[in-house]
């Protein structure tokens, strides 16, 4: 018996991602840690109230800190846990960074106010006026409360991307703000050289790291490799790719599937960023996004010229896996040759690959087998089917009758994969409309691999009754298909079994 294994890191081994992960953490724990040391050498103070606003004070500040961080695009955070992981954990920070500013407004605000025997508004009132820095600090909080109240999911669903980001921009403003409060009225930030010199030292390397990977790693990359509209190519009526070329492509470290924020320097568009993905992998001469059209912004890429400057951020996205860039780039590949009926992304469904992942799967199993010198196997995954050594053959099943079949195939070397409702019910749909396909009752295709098989035959079966064409004109593939009204297309060459 032959066997195949996959090779295995060692035991010991952790991943980037582990690493990447356990080390921010930490450094949010020790972060905590100094500064409530530096909070109880101070002097806790007389008052609860106020001893409880400044602590939630400096806490707040080095949330700040630690959000500039979070959103600072470094590359070795990006490649190891991905934007938008990143992003989640901003957003949840920024949610704990409200809550603690709002806490510190309101106990040293209350505790002013018992010491004065004055009421909380009289004394906010007192405080904006007569201490330097607290009028700042009340417009930086105001300035977060929108920036949260937009940041909010039913918000930011009825906001476009450009206003959002716009609204978005203020938060270094309070960010600002906020650090000439802390140096004007912070007593922790003063009580000792240690404590300033810390102080200073976690904000410059917080605004150090935004401007690091925000501002000139982009200048850099961008001045490097010039890059410029090659070819705009409708590939539907909904969807178009923009091929980007430029210089020393080949040293820019992009892989398929990652995604760049895309700025094309034409005069109504210079100042939209987009996020857009490759959906090709790089060939070192140049790039390829394909964007399908979800507003006026997308839709006017068709329209750009050839020779326009584009300014691109990134690249971004975490793959640790080959296996997952590659799978990804298929996926990619099925949805833009489909004008998007073939998507792994939908709407509540998420990220879920999955009509790629099982033929291909079954196929690196089948490559392997070959591989070790296995010259006569047949793998069923799930009624899809990869075999060599035949002939072997290969019933399609009715569509309506589970006793039936349509046909019995022959092959010798090859695939056969069937996309149908009879077993899961309306689990395919078309990525156009979001909607489950009807336009076929079953699809057949045979093809050399399981993969090009399993994901044609989905991808035809979610473009419904178009599909059928689509995946016959494929190169290597035979397809036997039955429509919503019960007619039978088959190929010329579909290996029937005499």
């Not at 912004?297 to 997952?324: I, M, N, Q």
Request: aromatic content about 10%.
């Amino acid at each position: 018996m032959t066997t195949a294994e996959r090779v295995q890191p060692p035991p010991t081994a952790i991943r980037p991602k582990v690493v990447a992960r356990t080390g921010l953490y930490a450094l949010l724990a020790v972060n905590a840690a100094v500064v409530t040391v530096f909070f109880l050498r101070a002097g806790p103070g007389s008052d609860t109230l106020i001893m409880l606003g400044r602590l939630a004070g400096l806490y707040g500040a080095l949330l700040m800190a630690f959000q500039l961080l979070l959103v600072a695009r470094l590359p070795w955070l990006d490649h190891r846990i991905g934007m938008d992981r990143l992003t989640s954990w901003h957003r949840w920070v920024g949610f704990g960074l409200l809550w603690t500013l709002l806490s510190h407004a309101l106990f040293i605000t209350l505790g002013y106010a018992g010491v004065a025997s004055a009421s909380f508004w009289d004394e906010l009132v007192e405080l904006a006026t007569t201490t330097e820095g607290v009028l700042r600090a009340i417009v930086a909080l105001a300035l977060i409360l929108a920036i949260g109240g937009v940041s909010a999911r039913f918000a930011r669903r009825r906001l476009a991307y450009e206003t959002w980001h716009f609204i978005h921009l203020y938060t270094y403003v309070a960010v600002v703000l906020a650090f000439t409060h802390q140096v004007a009225v912070g007593t922790t930030f003063t009580t000792s050289s240690a404590a300033t010199a810390y102080w200073w030292g976690l904000w410059g390397v917080a605004l150090g790291s935004v401007f690091l990977g925000r501002v000139v790693l982009p200048v850099w990359r961008n001045l490097r490799h010039q890059l410029r509209v090659s070819a705009v190519v409708p590939e539907s009526d909904n969807v178009v790719s923009v091929y980007v070329t430029g210089s020393d492509l080949d040293l820019l470290p992009a892989r398929a599937g990652q995604f760049f924020l895309w700025r094309f320097l034409t005069k109504d568009r210079w100042w939209q960023a987009n996020p857009f993905s490759l959906s090709a992998a790089p060939d070192g001469d140049r790039l390829r996004l394909t964007v399908k059209t979800a507003g006026d912004g997308t839709a006017a890429l068709r329209h750009l010229k050839v020779g326009t400057r584009v300014f691109a951020e990134g690249p971004y996205g975490a793959f640790t896996s080959p296996d997952l860039t590659e799978v990804l780039g298929l996926c990619e590949a099925y949805r833009v040759a489909t004008g998007g009926a073939f998507d792994v992304r939908l709407p509540g469904r998420g990220l879920d690959p999955c009509a790629m992942v099982k033929g291909w799967s079954v196929q690196r199993a089948a490559d392997l087998l070959t591989g070790r010198g296995t010259s006569r196997f047949w793998l069923n995954a799930g009624g899809d089917v990869v075999a060599a050594g035949g002939p072997w053959r290969v019933g399609v099943r009715h569509p309506e009758r589970a006793d039936r079949l349509c046909a019995v195939l022959e092959i010798t070397d090859g695939a056969v994969a069937t996309s149908a409702r009879y077993e899961r019910g309306d689990h395919i749909l078309d990525g156009r409309t979001g909607r489950p396909a009807t336009g076929l009752l079953s699809m057949t295709v045979v093809a050399p691999s399981l993969t090009e098989a399993d994901a044609t035959a989905t991808a035809a079966f979610a473009m419904g009754a178009e599909g059928v064409e689509w995946a016959a004109a494929r190169a290597d593939c035979e397809v036997f298909a039955v429509d919503a009204e019960r007619r039978v297309f088959r190929t010329a060459g579909l290996p029937v079994a005499g």
